[in-house]
C-alpha cells in the first residue's frame, strides 16, 4: 500500500531498527514502545486484517513470532514476552513482542516515545 508505514518499512523506504529479518517477515523495534525490546512482528505483504492470512501466512508469522519472543527473552531476561495483536494502530498486520515481568504490563496506554539512540542501543543489546 502506498501510504502504509510498515510497507514503506519493508520495502526499505523508511529504516527501523531492524532486530530480524528474512524475505516474508520483519521484525524491528517500535518507536514508541511499551518497555524496552519492544518489538513489532510484519509480514512483509500487506495485509489489513490477521484473520485475512491465509493459514500458511498466519501460521509463519507465529512461528517468527515466537522465534523473535525466544531472542527477546534470551537477551533482556524478562520474566515473559506477551504478546498483543489488536491492528488499528496502523492498517498492516502485526504483533506486537513485549519483554514483561508483571500481569498487565502489556498496554499500549503505556507507550512512550523513544530516541533513536535508545533504539539502538537495545538491537545491540539483543544482536549481541
Not at 523506504?13 to 524491528?28: G, H, N, Q, T
Request: proline share 5%.
Amino acid at each position: 500500500m502506498e501510504n502504509c508505514i510498515f510497507c514503506k518499512m519493508a520495502g526499505g523506504e523508511i529504516k527501523p531498527e531492524i532486530i530480524w529479518e528474512d524475505e516474508k517477515y520483519l521484525a524491528f523495534l517500535d518507536n514508541n514502545p511499551i518497555k524496552p525490546g519492544h518489538t513489532q512482528v510484519i509480514p512483509k505483504k500487506h495485509t489489513s486484517y490477521i484473520f485475512d492470512l491465509d493459514n500458511d501466512e498466519y501460521s509463519k508469522l507465529m512461528l517468527v513470532s515466537k522465534k523473535i519472543s525466544e531472542l527477546l527473552k534470551k537477551k533482556l531476561n524478562p520474566k515473559r514476552i506477551g504478546m498483543l495483536v489488536e491492528g488499528f494502530g496502523v492498517d498492516h498486520v502485526h504483533v506486537h513482542l513485549v519483554p514483561i515481568n508483571n500481569g498487565g504490563e502489556v498496554c499500549l496506554a503505556y507507550s512512550k516515545s523513544a530516541n533513536r539512540e535508545e533504539l539502538k542501543k537495545i538491537a545491540s543489546k539483543i544482536l549481541n
